[in-house]
């Protein structure tokens, strides 16, 4: 039976019951078929970033993990530089010797390191079979109150001659017999073929201990440090910790000579690492005691200059494998 309703103008209209049916079967269709629709897109959206997020932290993990092995590498350098150092400042008077306690300090240090890196769930190792060290001579003076000058006495003289390695070049003066401006100061000269720069440590206007590169006597900032002594670090181009563009140390292949002037005119004390064996002739051994005099004159003694070593760093996921060559203080 059909169902008559009058249109608002007055004219009729007939629906059928089943055309009415079918009306609202379509739009039940409609609206299932946009939810259908709307659940899609939804999905897709969480699958996507999903994907995003997955591959963002994936990225991110490898970035932590390559700094992981780059920061390892720097702390293992800074570590075996640390065991050559102190092994160094002993004095031995046997190349094999200072070999053999490096050689097992390294070994100490790389067990250490290796089981806190297995805590960690990596495996950090420096590969012992790889280790080569390099002979050198540490040149030192450790009696804080004495005048820098030779073993025999002499206040100008040459330390080393003709050597182009040198590092941890340091000096820890007193400014109590400094003198007052560079005229007439304690002064290390470099002096090659081509070039001589010269260093001198006084103590300026304002009695801080200076160092100043000329004689005009105005060292700029950062080479002046307050107190009664200071540190000078001439390869590392500081003072008192401060970077110091006074101390322009020479880099890289070219020769050059090392002397004290004026070496009545500070004290303290020094120490310095030459890329040569005491056997030498270019370094002065003539000029200090043998490593086993006492602590009242400079001395010399057998000395690592540098160590190189192979590396391995690896986890779940990477491998990392580099040669690493250790040689602190030395100029870049």
Same mark, same amino acid.
């Given at each position: ?5 009058p ?18 079967d ?13 659940? +899609?897109?939804?999905a ?7 994907? !995003? ?69 990596? !495996? ?13 001579? !540490? ?9 820098? &000058? ?36 304690? &002064? ?27 004689l ?14 200071? +540190?000078i ?27 004290f ?6 004290t ?7 890329g040569l064996?005491?056997g ?53």
């Amino acid at each position: 039976m059909a169902d008559v309703s009058p249109e608002p103008d007055g004219r009729e209209r007939w629906t059928s019951r089943d055309d009415e049916g079918r009306n609202r079967d379509r739009g039940q269709l409609i609206l299932v078929t946009g939810l259908a629709v709307a659940v +899609t897109l939804v999905a897709l959206v969480l699958l996507l970033n999903t994907v !995003i997020y997955t591959q963002n932290l994936a990225t991110r993990g490898t970035g932590v993990e390559h700094g992981e092995a780059v920061a390892f590498r720097g702390e293992t350098a800074s570590g075996v530089g640390a065991v050559v150092d102190a092994e160094n400042r002993a004095g031995y008077d046997d190349w094999e010797a200072v070999q053999e306690n490096v050689t097992a300090g390294v070994k100490r240090y790389d067990n250490l390191s290796t089981r806190y890196s297995a805590e960690r769930g990596t !495996i950090a190792d420096v590969e012992e079979d790889s280790l080569a060290l390099s002979e050198g001579t !540490i040149l030192s003076q450790t009696d804080d109150s004495r005048y820098f &000058t030779s073993a025999g006495g002499d206040a100008d003289w040459l330390l080393i001659e003709n050597v182009s390695s040198v590092r941890r070049f340091r000096a820890t003066v007193s400014g109590e017999d400094l003198s007052d401006g560079p005229g007439g100061a304690f &002064t290390v000269r470099l002096v090659s073929e081509s070039d001589t720069r010269e260093f001198y440590v006084y103590n300026d206007s304002e009695d801080a201990i200076a160092v100043s590169n000329d004689l005009v006597g105005s060292p700029p900032d950062g080479c002046t440090a307050s107190g009664p002594e200071a +540190t000078i670090d001439l390869t590392a181009g500081t003072v008192g910790g401060t970077d110091c563009p006074e101390l322009d140390y020479p880099a890289g292949s070219d020769e050059y000579n090392v002397t004290f002037d004026n070496g009545t005119a500070v004290t303290g004390i020094y120490e310095l690492t030459v890329g040569l064996p005491p056997g030498d002739s270019k370094v002065k051994t003539g000029q200090f005691d043998g490593p086993a005099a006492d602590d009242s004159t400079p001395r010399w003694g057998h000395a690592v200059y540098d160590a190189a070593f192979d590396l391995h760093f690896e986890t779940a996921t990477m491998e990392f494998h580099t040669r690493v060559r250790v040689a602190p203080g030395e100029p870049e």
